[in-house]
Structures are given as structure tokens and as C-alpha cells.
């Protein structure tokens, strides 16, 4: 049978399928790699990345359902939902490409703003890192614990670790901010979770074109006397 039949078309679109699961799984895993790197909780762009990863994997499945099935109704629903995912997709992934340092710095200082005192402590604690900027006086926990406060007179790192929140300038302290440890990371973030999310976000338009296509197709172990 040649490739452009039914059963191949079926076994592509299944097939296709099985690996929009798979990419579900990456786009999840890279995008919380990239929140987890970076310890913050802001990152918008990033969680959407996620959320799309997961509505793939439920489409992917309604998708490997009509495929087998050859059913009409969840075929056409899979076109139409496939076809927003990958509109939110491409959308998310361009976003995260073109973010600047600027706007990087601002969602990592938003989600450290938002972070509980715990979230911070591990932050300074993993990156080794005192206060989150020096444009600022910032409320961070103690900083007593960190290798580069050791010997130090310094205000941030003069109280006892697990301490309240200090306001001590940065600038004062021996210690690295944790933009600055953090900037790399966030950016690295961004741009793998952007560009595995916009290369990704094109198969899912292969997938729609293949779903029309099989759809349209007649089975012919319905009714194979209309293949003779």
C-alpha cells in the first residue's frame, strides 16, 4: 500500500502522536528546569511553556484516540485544539527569545519579591549569593551562613543564620547579589525553554495538516465494497 492510504496515514498520525507525548514531557522538563535554575517563581513565560506542555499531552491523547478509532468527531476537535496549542506555543516560545536582560532582571526581581523567606534562604544558600540587586535596599534573609561572610564584619553577614529579614545594602556586603549569580541561569533559562518550544510548535502544524488529511480518508474495512 502506498504511503498515502489509510493505514499508513492512520499509523502516521499515530505515530506522530505518540511523539507529541514524548514532546510534552521535554517541554515540561525544560521550562521547570528553567524555574529551578533560576529558584523564582515569576517566571510567566516560562510557566506557560508548562501549561502548554500539558494541554499537548491531553490533545496528543484525544489525537491517538481519533487516530486508532478513525472517530470523526474527536478528529476534529484534535484539529481545532492542536491548532491553538500551537498558536499559545509558537506565541510563548517567541516571547521567551525575545525577552531582554532588562525584562529578564525585572521578572526574577518580581518572583524574588514574591518569594517566601525559605526561597530565599536556599537561593543565597545554592548560589552563595547576599540580597537579590544593589539598586536597592532589599529585604533578603541573613547571610551569617555563606562561605564569603565568614571573617566578615559586614552588616548582612554580622547577625546569626535564620534570623529576620535584614534591609542591609548589598553593595556593602562580600558577598556576590544573587542577580548577578542568577543572570546566566535565567537566560539560559529562557532561550532553551523558547527555542525547544518554537521548533516543537511546527510538527504541531504537521499534525493538523495529517488529521485533516485522514480524516477525509474513507476506511476501507468499513465498507470495502466501495474499493472495488
Not at 499537548?56 to 491553538?84: E, N, P, R, S
Request: hydrophobic letters at 45%.
Amino acid at each position: 500500500m502506498v504511503c498515502g492510504g489509510f493505514a499508513c496515514s492512520k499509523n502516521a498520525l499515530a505515530a506522530l502522536n505518540v511523539f507529541y507525548i514524548l514532546v510534552s514531557f521535554v517541554l515540561v522538563g525544560v521550562a521547570a528546569y528553567a524555574r529551578v535554575v533560576a529558584v523564582v517563581t515569576s517566571l510567566a513565560l516560562v510557566g506557560g511553556v508548562i501549561s502548554c506542555g500539558v494541554f499537548l499531552f491531553f490533545t496528543a491523547l484525544i489525537g491517538l484516540i481519533g487516530a486508532c478509532k478513525h472517530h470523526q468527531v474527536l478528529l476534529f476537535f484534535y484539529m481545532i485544539i492542536l491548532f491553538l496549542v500551537f498558536l499559545v506555543q509558537f506565541s510563548l516560545a517567541c516571547a521567551c527569545l525575545a525577552v531582554n536582560e532588562e525584562q529578564r532582571h525585572q521578572l526574577a526581581k518580581t518572583g524574588w519579591d514574591y518569594a517566601s523567606n525559605e526561597t530565599r534562604i536556599t537561593v543565597q544558600a545554592t548560589s552563595q549569593c547576599c540580597g537579590f540587586d544593589e539598586q536597592s535596599p532589599l529585604k533578603h534573609p541573613s547571610c551569617a551562613s555563606l562561605k564569603c561572610c565568614e571573617n566578615s564584619g559586614a552588616e548582612c553577614c554580622a547577625r546569626a543564620a535564620g534570623g529576620n529579614a535584614t534591609t542591609a545594602q548589598p553593595g556593602n556586603c562580600p558577598c556576590a547579589t544573587c542577580s548577578e549569580k542568577l543572570s546566566d541561569k535565567i537566560n539560559y533559562g529562557f532561550k532553551l525553554t523558547g527555542g525547544i518550544g518554537l521548533f516543537f510548535s511546527f510538527t504541531e502544524l504537521i499534525g493538523v495538516w495529517l488529521a485533516l488529511r485522514y480524516r477525509n480518508l474513507k476506511d476501507p474495512m468499513a465498507n470495502p465494497s466501495a474499493f472495488l
